[in-house]
């Protein structure tokens, strides 16, 4: 089975500051994708990777940046949190081609006070 | 841009009934379809999913959804719920010809209330 581990489930931060959000999947899927989930919203994605070294921007990159410099690890970064970043973030990761679904990691609860 | 309507927000059916939760979605040629259930606290599971072929798709769980081309939908069913359903349900799109690499678009979500 794909395995997808969020570093942290729970994690409180202050305004202000740069946070990391750490992914890792085990089964060596070349895309992988930050999505954020708000009550009443669903999920929005954020930021994805088609490989290493590759970014691209979803529908709310705003305030986020990403890092994948290995192909199992893909970080989304806080550059100044703000309150209003408060949420639920789950990673994703997608093997390419061979009709297959995104599988999703546990999430990370971020409360930024 | 596509986009998916869960047009019920909370739905509450007591143990033993059956279910439908409603998906729509606007995309223009024919996309790859997802179901994916959260319970509380937890990431996201898939239930079941349509790329192509038999437009009536089984999944885990004893669900089940059609895909129906001419209404846009791809509802979500079961026979008889067990109180454990009680989650959030959440119907995704694709495009057909990525695959879902560049990532799924997501209804508003529908969350299940199970009556003893």
């Known amino acids: 089975d794909v395995k997808v581990t969020q570093s942290s489930r729970y994690l409180v931060k202050r305004t202000g500051e740069k946070v990391f959000l750490e992914c890792v999947q085990d089964m060596d899927h070349e895309n992988m994708f930050w999505y954020r989930q708000d009550p009443g919203l669903g999920l929005r994605l954020i930021y994805f990777?088609?490989?290493?070294?590759?970014?691209e921007k979803g529908d709310i990159p705003e305030g986020y940046s990403v890092s994948r410099e290995k192909k199992e690890r893909f970080s989304l970064i806080l550059e100044s949190a703000s309150t209003n970043q408060t949420s639920m973030y789950l990673c994703?990761?997608?093997?390419?081609?061979?009709?297959?679904?995104?599988?999703f990691g546990d999430g990370t609860r971020l409360s930024i006070l | 841009a596509q986009s998916v309507t869960q047009p019920d927000i909370h739905i509450t059916v007591s143990e033993g009934a059956s279910l439908e939760l409603r998906c729509n979605y606007s995309?223009?040629?024919?996309?790859?379809l997802f179901w994916y259930v959260q319970s509380p606290g937890q990431g996201l599971q898939l239930l079941l999913k349509y790329f192509s072929g038999d437009t009536l798709v089984q999944g885990i769980k004893g669900f089940e959804a059609e895909f129906k081309r001419s209404q846009s939908s791809f509802n979500l069913r079961k026979p008889s719920v067990h109180w454990s359903d009680a989650a959030e349900y959440f119907c995704?799109?694709?495009?057909?010809?990525?695959?879902?690499?560049?990532?799924?678009?997501f209804g508003k979500g529908t969350h299940l209330i199970i009556q003893p």
């Open positions: 994703a990761s997608l093997r390419t081609g061979g009709n297959q679904p995104q599988h």
């Open positions: 990777s088609y490989d290493v070294k590759m970014k």
């Open positions: 995309y223009g040629a024919t996309p790859y």
């Open positions: 995704a799109v694709a495009p057909g010809s990525g695959g879902g690499a560049d990532g799924l678009t």
